[in-house]
C-alpha cells in the first residue's frame, strides 16, 4: 500500500471516529500532495519518495514550531505541535537506526571518494535518495561530519 493509499484510509477512519486533529493533518498533507502534483504539470503523479519528502517536510517545520513556540511560552501550541508531529510520523517508515545510518554514510564516503569534511556534498548527494523519510537531514548530515572528521 502506498503512502497515499493510507493517507486515504487514514482520513476515513479519521472521519468515521471523528478525531479532528488527525483528520486535519491528514488534509493538510493531502492538500500539499496535490499541490505539488499540480506544480508538477499535466497530471503527473508524486513518487512514493517525493511524498515521503514532503512528509518529512512538514515534520521538519512542526519541529520548528515547536521550538518558537516553546522560546514563546505557549504551551497549549507546543502540545497541539507535538500531537500533529505524532500523527505525521505514523505516515513514514521506520527510522533507520544509528549503526546503519553510520554503515551506509561509509559506504557511501567510500563510493564518492570523499576524503574531508569539505567534499561533504558527495556523500550527501548518494545517501539522501536513500535515505528519505528513514532519517532526518540533520541527523544525516551529523553522521557525515563525524566520518569525515575521523579520516
Not at 500533529?84 to 546503519?100: G, M
Not at 553510520?102 to 536513500?130: F, N, W, Y
Not at 532519517?135 to 572528521?149: H, T, W
Request: hydrophobic share 35%; charged share 35%; with cysteine.
Amino acid at each position: 500500500m502506498t503512502t497515499q493509499e493510507k493517507l486515504a484510509e487514514e482520513l476515513k477512519g479519521a472521519m468515521r471516529t471523528g478525531d479532528a486533529a488527525r483528520l486535519s493533518v491528514i488534509r493538510l498533507l493531502r492538500s500539499a500532495i496535490k499541490n505539488k502534483e499540480i506544480d508538477k504539470g499535466k497530471g503527473q503523479k508524486l513518487t512514493e519518495e517525493e511524498v515521503l519528502q514532503l512528509i518529512s517536510s512538514a515534520m521538519k517545520q512542526r519541529r520548528e514550531s515547536i521550538e518558537q513556540f516553546a522560546k514563546g511560552g505557549r504551551q497549549d501550541l507546543v502540545e497541539q505541535e507535538e500531537k500533529e508531529l505524532t500523527i505525521l510520523q505514523s505516515f513514514l517508515p521506520e527510522q533507520i537506526s544509528d549503526e546503519a545510518l553510520r554503515i551506509k554514510v561509509q559506504e557511501a564516503i567510500a563510493q564518492s571518494g570523499a576524503t574531508d569534511v569539505k567534499e561533504m556534498g558527495k556523500v550527501m548527494k548518494l545517501l539522501i535518495p536513500q535515505l528519505v523519510g528513514k532519517a532526518e537531514g540533520n541527523k544525516i548530515s551529523q553522521v557525515v561530519r563525524e566520518c569525515l572528521g575521523q579520516k
